[in-house]
């Protein structure tokens, strides 16, 4: 399922979403044509959140610990590939405004770090050995995906279904499509090669914060 717009209009311009979003099309823009592949490499191993050395950096290595540290933002801002880059920088645009608009510009910059870090110690408790690198905005942006499905249930979003080799496009609600979007990650979440814990833990933060965010009373209105 892709979504592709949703019918609640904002009254606010969304500047730190497309902000945020400037900023990592921009840092993968120059990723994949500013650094060649070693270096590429390196940006992934230095500015990922590595769990095993996250934890090293707790128990041993105490002067890496500022480092490790850091590397709970910067690895926010890092993807792997553009299919990578482009599903999360969907899902914040489409989601993201409406978040912003709910809370407000500088209550929402606090909220999409605080999901994002929140979901990273959910996958560093989860495999706290990986030596692999977590980068992504995905923990983030599932924060924004829980505290959407809390705020506007009764949305209505236009939606790419993919059913074998056909496509059609209907409108869910945001409590079905989301509701989904999380078992999907429940039910994936053994498997090998995502961070399917820090989805699961962004999106159980925007759940149960966003009403400590949120500026305005939106859980009652309906959109048709």
Known sequence: MIPIRDNIPTRIKPIITISIIFVNISIYLFQTFGLNLAERQNIFKYYGLIPKEFYSSLYVNYELLPYNVLTLFTSMFIHGSFIHLGG?????WIFGNNIEDSMGHKRFVLFYLLSGIVAALFQLLYDPLSDIPMVGASGAVSG??????LLYPYARIKTVIFIFIFIKIVELPAV???????????LFSHTEGVAWYAHIGGFVFGILTIKMFALRKTTKRRFT
């Open 176 to 186: 079905v499509l989301l509701t989904l979007w999380f078992f999907m990650q429940v």
């Open 144 to 149: 924004i995906l829980g505290s959407y499905l």
């Open 88 to 92: 999360n920088m969907l899902y914040l």
